[in-house]
């Protein structure tokens, strides 16, 4: 590509992301290595119990970025400029692929300790239903076409959706729950529940800090992705003006889960069921990053020859 | 302020006036509801024992899907004959426009619900004309009213807007939807206040806590 009329900004990662995504990759693996060889074996529940690393982990992450979603809202009604929404989306669609790592992965651990795959626990069944806000957050955005409404519908019912969380818990709060509260005083009684050694509460605040660096740095990715997809919607939409109508590629990959049953003899199995669900979903939602910059790459390759083409 | 409820109660007016003369609304509302209450008695085979438990998340989930029926219909009125372009060209503030359509809905899901009793009552054999459980009705249409109305009036900008409404509302009311069951059901098991109490309270804090949102961000909704 030589000159063309409007720049491509995204050709090239800016050096602070390139080196938080290295730290954050790194930071990774060491997490994962902690877990494994590290973190002692659990008595009581044996392997499964390393599930609750990433499971606890992947939950603050989620929090969070429905946190960062309401903030971006609010931010947005404000001062309106795109770049909330951008992040507002991008937070949401983090926030949703972490809580789906955290209901799954606490289901496989359900299985063993609880001996059921799924129980009405308050904090099972707000996790779902703040999963469940946030698929209409998406579908709204999606039956709405001008951006600039979307956003601003987006960003209101971002603030209503995360207000409705707590109260959530509350109302569900009144039935007696199994789910162990090991961070804080809890019932002791709870099945599940066990005491963390030193070691264990190592591996589990880096944990913590491992997924808010690789959240932190997903999100720029994805924030960049928006961006370009709002650029591409642009010069789409002005390419449309000059009667050019032309097919794109794009489109998400469908992001599809298989859960085998297995027998609740051995927990190692549900430890490493647990572990393949979060490296296999946090790898399909990398790749569908992946595909979606680069079809957004190609689209506005297309769309940029159209417009000089246009010009000359 | 003065200005404010004349402009609300002008556009309450205005709904109720349209509802008297066309009566498409709270026929189409009462008709499904006591649908719902039909389909709900064969599903559930609702003989004695088991009604007893059910009776008041019968009557909520008949009221909630009669009132999605509502909220869609008022705002896509609205929408549809260009009449919400004209309530905003009115110099009035538009939040005054929110609390007249919140205000109609929420009359018109209590006149639903003023039918529904009775009816219920005399179909099972069993008496729901309690104050108590008059005020659990009251405070719920509030709350979902108050939800219901703002993402109403988003839900008919979109294009998928007929199926959006329920995805949109659901998971919000359902804070408001657990306590007001488990608020009708403790008062209609006659148990002590003092264990229902903790539900009026969650739902007078839902009431308050999303009228204000709705108060706050309404004007965001509409602005074009």
Known sequence: MQETSFPLIFSKRPRPLVALDWISGLLFLAGVALVFFYAPLEAVMGPVQKVFYFHVASAW????????????????????????????VAAVELGMVFTLITIVTGSIWARPIWNTWWTW????????????????YLMLRQGIEEPERRARFGAVYAIVGFLSVPLTFLSIRIFRTIHPVVIGSGDPGATGSFDMTPRMLQTFLFGLLVFSVVFVDWLWHRV????????????????????????????????????????????????????????????????????????????????????????? | ??????????????????ERRSRELLSAMLVF?????????????????????????VLW????????????????????????????????????????????????????????????????????????????????AYGYVAVGTLLASMAVQARTRDILLPILLFPVVIPLVVAAVKA????????????????????????VLFSAVALMVFDFVVEE
Request: charged letters at 15%; aromatic letters at 8%.
């Open chain 2, 184 to 207: 009708s059901g403790g008062i209609l098991e006659g148990v002590p206040l003092g264990e229902i109490l903790p539900w009026l309270n969650l739902l007078v804090v839902y009431d």
């Open chain 1, 224 to 312: 960049r992705i928006g961006q370009m997809a709002e650029q591409v919607e642009e010069l789409r939409l002005r390419a449309m003006d000059q009667q050019m109508r032309r097919a794109t590629p794009g489109g998400l990959p469908v992001l599809l889960l298989g859960l085998a049953q297995e027998a609740p003899a051995d927990t190692l199995g549900y430890m490493i069921a647990g572990y393949a669900v979060i490296f296999g979903m946090m790898a399909v939602y990398l790749v569908s990053l992946v595909v979606r910059y680069r079809n957004l790459k190609l689209d506005l390759a297309v769309l940029q020859e159209l417009e000089e083409k246009e010009q000359s």
């Open chain 2, 33 to 57: 509801a006591l649908l719902v209450i039909f389909i709900f008695n064969f599903a559930l085979e609702l003989n004695i024992q088991v009604r007893a438990t059910v009776t008041s998340g």
């Open chain 1, 61 to 88: 992450v989620g929090m969070l970025g429905f946190v960062v979603a309401a903030v971006c809202g609010v931010l947005y009604l404000v001062q309106k400029r795109r770049l909330w929404d951008v992040i507002a």
């Open chain 2, 1 to 18: 302020m003065s200005q404010f409820l004349k402009a609300t109660y002008a556009i309450l007016w205005k709904d109720l006036t349209a």
């Open chain 2, 61 to 140: 989930v008949t009221l909630a899907f009669a009132g999605t029926l509502g909220l869609n219909r008022s705002m896509a009125v609205e929408k549809d004959r260009g009449c919400l372009d004209g309530l905003l060209l009115a110099p009035v503030d538009r939040t005054a426009i929110y609390f007249g359509k919140m205000l109609a809905n929420l009359v018109f899901m209590l006149l639903v619900a003023v039918i529904v009793l009775p009816i219920y009552s005399i179909l099972y054999n069993t008496n729901l004309l309690l104050p108590g459980l008059g005020l659990v009705i009251l405070l719920g």
């Open chain 1, 121 to 136: 626990d308050p904090r099972l069944t707000t996790v779902t239903i703040m999963e469940l806000v946030y698929a209409a």
